[in-house]
């Protein structure tokens, strides 16, 4: 069994990864500042791995952290594209030194590998689909500009010291423990503990924007094939399952699910957001011999189940 460090590992998707890890029986330590990660994501298997709390940005706990480690798998961010048009400062000190923090940290403590968690709205708003990873990057908003820069990093430790790294574009990426307390929370959270309440949502647009959503084991999957996959060294590579649904068609989703029918409300579209979003996983594929495991639709219900166990 290998020794894996999850940067952000009380985080949504870091806390799943964490789990799973922990199930292989690897030997897996968390890193997390809970800022915006949370203890309960972790509470029901934090006696299975080992907790070091503290910021990416400090470079004393990743030291501690990092020792003995053969891979780290970096979720730790700010998320939300709408937080970062508000603190666009924040979020690069956590994202952008954050990252630069961790690659010196590994580097030192001489990890094998880093997995980068990094975003799929760096492609930005080109009409041309499915997106594929040898496409131009076009920000179109501070935290996509971060996590774009995040991703260069990562590549110039590859060819500049030839440590070994991988960036992983996640898209829309859904599943349980997701928060949907925040008013910068993720879409999916947000509807479905909405329609539960029986609350109509808030769609922003017309709700014909489309995203390639992505059930968090799916991610996990990736993660962990990355850490090993001889391949993807230095390489850029988009994990998602390949389609693309609107909003409006989520809806009507999640209504089956619940049992409900329940109209969105629907206000002006917010800036930095994405029309359409979709993503080639060929490379994926090839590279890491990944597959998405779980579809749109049971990802809805399993997701959806978790909520009404946990609201």
Known sequence: ??????????????????????????????????????????????????????????????????????????????????????????????????????????????????????SSSA???????????????????????SKAACEQYCLA?????????VCLRYFNIFGPRQDPKSQYSAVVPIFITKLLAGESPTVFGDGEQSRDFTYVANVVQANILAATAPNAVGQIINIACGDRYSLNHMLDELNRTVGANIKANYEPARAGDVKHSQADISKARELLG??????????????????????
């Not at 003995?68 to 952008?96: C, F, K, M």
């Not at 041309?128 to 076009?138: D, G, Y």
């Not at 430790?157 to 790294?165: D, I, R």
């Not at 749109?296 to 978790?306: H, K, N, Q």
Request: net charge negative; glycine share 10%.
């Open 290 to 311: 990944y597959e998405p495991s779980v579809s749109f639709g049971e990802g809805l219900e399993r997701t959806v189940a978790w909520y009404r166990e946990h609201m």
């Open 157 to 165: 430790y590859y060819s500049s010291y030839g440590f070994e790294t």
């Open 1 to 118: 069994m290998s020794s894996f460090v999850v940067t952000g590992g009380g985080g949504f998707i870091g806390s799943n990864i964490a789990e799973e890890l922990a199930n292989q029986g690897h030997q897996v330590t968390i890193v997390d500042d809970f800022s915006t990660g949370r203890r309960e994501n972790i509470a029901h298997f934090v006696d299975r791995v080992r907790l070091v709390e503290g910021s990416v940005c400090d470079r004393a706990t990743l030291d501690e952290a990092f020792g003995g480690a053969d891979y780290v798998l970096h979720e730790a961010a700010l998320p939300s594209v709408q937080r970062s048009v508000e603190a666009p400062l924040e979020s690069n000190r956590i994202n952008v030194v954050g990252t630069l923090n961790v690659l010196e940290a590994v580097r030192a403590a001489g990890v094998k590998r880093l997995v980068l968690a990094a």
């Open 123 to 145: 492609y930005g708003d080109q009409p041309s689909l499915p997106k594929v990873e040898t496409m131009a990057t076009q920000c179109l908003s501070p935290y996509a500009a």
